[in-house]
């Protein structure tokens, strides 16, 4: 019992130690482009490292010739974006693979599908880096940068990768309006970030996450729509439909002010 509250313990300081270095770098950052890069170049979680880098190495038989980025995944869209889409983390065989969030997956050809039909990006499809997609208005990133075991990230992991979501915040702050949160976990990052960007502290009790659910802040602060997540888990089975989508985008884009 000795040794396990030890290793706990141990655990525990290892994983602060790397948030707060995380957080420095993260400071540092004086544009989105030196974000970029040194989310790119992080290697503060070791199981997350371990588990992207065995998924490049080994990769999916259908990607077999393929090279895997292998690496953490920055954001995606323009500096002066009023809408944001926060998801949870890189899909192993598909932001993982790319180099671009919702990059090469089923849930991406969910979402741009959708952000396409809403005027919102100038093509339905995302597949690789160079394919030529723009986004209008609306940058992506995801709450945890590196692909996760399961898709499930620890508190730990959330926690040491939050300072990469509060500057990219930071950044864009001057235009964004509106943060769609795809999933209970984004839902969930987003009140943490209120409190070290926007220096508000998150409403008491905190709003449960639904599809459709809303909630605005006071002046100068972005407005949080709930949406379900685009995985296949909800889009497959119809817990989550494109005109359910659709529904989520046009009430960002009227929040916008678009």
Known sequence: MADAVTAGTAATAAAATAAAATAATAATAADLADLDAAIANCFACPRLVAWREEVAATRRAAFRDQTYWGRPV???GPADAEIAILGLAPAAHGGNR???????DRSGDVLFAALHRAGLANQPTSVSRDDGLVLRHTRIFAAVRCAPPDNKPTPAERDTC???????????RPTLRVVVALGAFAWSAFWPALQAVYKTKPPVPRPPFGHGARWVGPDGVPALLGCYHVSQQNTFTGRLTPAMLDDVFARAIDLAGL
């Not at 790319?98 to 090469?104: D, L, V």
Request: hydrophobic share 45%; net charge neutral; aromatic share 14%.
């Open 162 to 172: 939050a300072p990469w979501l509060h500057r990219e915040l930071e950044l864009i």
């Open 98 to 104: 790319t180099g671009r969030i919702f990059t090469g």
């Open 74 to 76: 920055p954001g995606f």
